[in-house]
Every structure is written in structure tokens, then in C-alpha cells.
């Protein structure tokens, strides 16, 4: 069970590093289909070489799709237990059966179920022989 937290720990530190990074990476702004040098970009002695710009941004798109991507997975697979556990029966069987222990049905014939009455509203008691 140890084990098991720290995997959902890492896991969801990797999901969260993944939109961290989403978040604080820079964005190139495009207007009419072309981008946006910002200006102290452009105030540099040095060209602007587009193709490194873009080529950086990708990479933080990628990185971040990787780290979101993998955490999310993960989480998946830490949880799947949760995920995939179908809707409970008890839950839509009628009161006077959810209130009867599963453990017992057909194992005990002495066994005594209390049903409700519709008509009167009261308990019964009923045994397993009188049942079959």
C-alpha cells in the first residue's frame, strides 16, 4: 500500500509538471498568419533565427504533451481499480434484498430472511426452505 502511494504521488507530480509546463512556456503570437517577434527580440545585434524559436516552442509543446500524457496514464493505471469497478447491484436491488446478507444466500437452509410485506408494511420472517 506504500508502494502504491508514492506511485500515485509520482504520477500525478508528473501531470502536474506536464501542465506546469504548459503554462509557463512562452508562445510565439501570430497575426495575419505570420508570427509576432517581440521587440526586445528584435532589438538584439543578433538575427532572429526563426527556425530555433519555433523549433524551441515544439519542443515545449512536445515536452509538456509527454510529462501530461505519461502522468495522466499512470493515474490510470494506479486508479484502474476505481475505474473499472462496475455500479454496485446492492444499490439497485429492492431494500428488503440488500439488507440480506450475499454470504448466506443458499449456503445456510435454516437461514431466516426478513422481507417487507408491500401490502402491510410490515417484516417477515422467512427461511430459506419456505423460499424455494
Known sequence: MHRRRWLALLC???FAAGLLVQLLSPRLK?????FVIPSKMAAGTNPIRLEEIVGGQRRMQVLSALLTLSGALGLAFVY???LMRR???????PAERAAYSDSTRGHLPGAIQKTLDEETNTLENQ??????
Open 12 to 14: 500525478w507530480l508528473v
Open 30 to 34: 501570430i497575426s495575419n498568419r505570420a
Open 80 to 82: 484502474r481499480d476505481v
Open 87 to 93: 455500479p454496485s447491484r446492492r444499490r439497485s436491488e
Open 127 to 132: 427461511t430459506q426452505t419456505e423460499r424455494n
